[in-house]
């Protein structure tokens, strides 16, 4: 059982996401040693904010057009449907880092329009430093990445879609 006052570690985990936010990082982990059993571990993580491409089927734009997107046609460009909710999501079974391949500079385990088979790895979440193999959940077609290499995700963040 711990001896401190909570209140204390309620203000330090305050401070370290105000540190976190101010100094634009996307991790922080401390350790904070009371006394013999006794310690706060605390890890604060900025969730990824994941934009889709639009797929390469569309065409690209005219060189005559402006380079400035404005938000309304960003967001025309960008599928409206949540992906959390698409029948073929890949949902995070964990907090952690995606790793798309096994290692820096390997080949990444699946892309865009492989072929899949249920049971095959399709990415690796590390949480606690294991690595954890994320099999695909039935056989089908990669539709769409929705994370990037060593991006943090949270239980049920939507990692790809698999028809």
Same mark, same amino acid.
């Given at each position: 059982m711990t001896k401190h006052n909570? &209140?204390?570690?309620? $203000?330090?985990?305050? $401070?370290? $996401?105000? *540190?976190?936010?101010?100094?634009? *990082?996307?991790? *922080?982990?401390?350790? /904070?040693? @009371?006394? &013999?059993?006794?310690? *706060?571990?605390? /890890?604060? !993580?900025?969730? $990824?904010?994941?934009?889709?491409?639009?797929?390469?089927? @569309?065409?690209?734009?005219?060189?005559a057009v402006s380079t400035a997107v404005p938000a309304a046609a960003l967001a025309a460009a960008v599928p409206s449907a949540d992906p959390a909710s698409h029948p073929g999501a890949v949902p995070s079974p964990m907090v952690g880092t995606v790793y798309l391949a096994a290692e820096p500079g390997a080949e990444p385990f699946v892309a865009i329009g492989a072929q899949v088979k249920e049971g095959q790895t399709l990415l690796i979440i590390e949480a606690m430093k294991t690595m954890n193999h994320i099999p695909a959940p039935k056989t089908g077609t990669v539709k769409r990445i929705?994370?990037?290499?060593?991006?943090?995700?949270? @239980?049920?963040?939507?990692?790809?879609? !698999?028809e």
């Open positions: 909570h &209140e204390n570690d309620v $203000a330090f985990i305050q $401070a370290l $996401a105000e *540190l976190l936010h101010k100094n634009d *990082l996307t991790e *922080l982990s401390v350790m /904070r040693e @009371y006394g &013999e059993d006794d310690s *706060l571990e605390v /890890r604060v !993580v900025k969730q $990824a904010t994941v934009i889709a491409a639009a797929p390469a089927s @569309y065409a690209p734009a005219p060189a929705l994370v990037d290499d060593g991006t943090p995700v949270e @239980y049920g963040t939507p990692l790809m879609i !698999v």
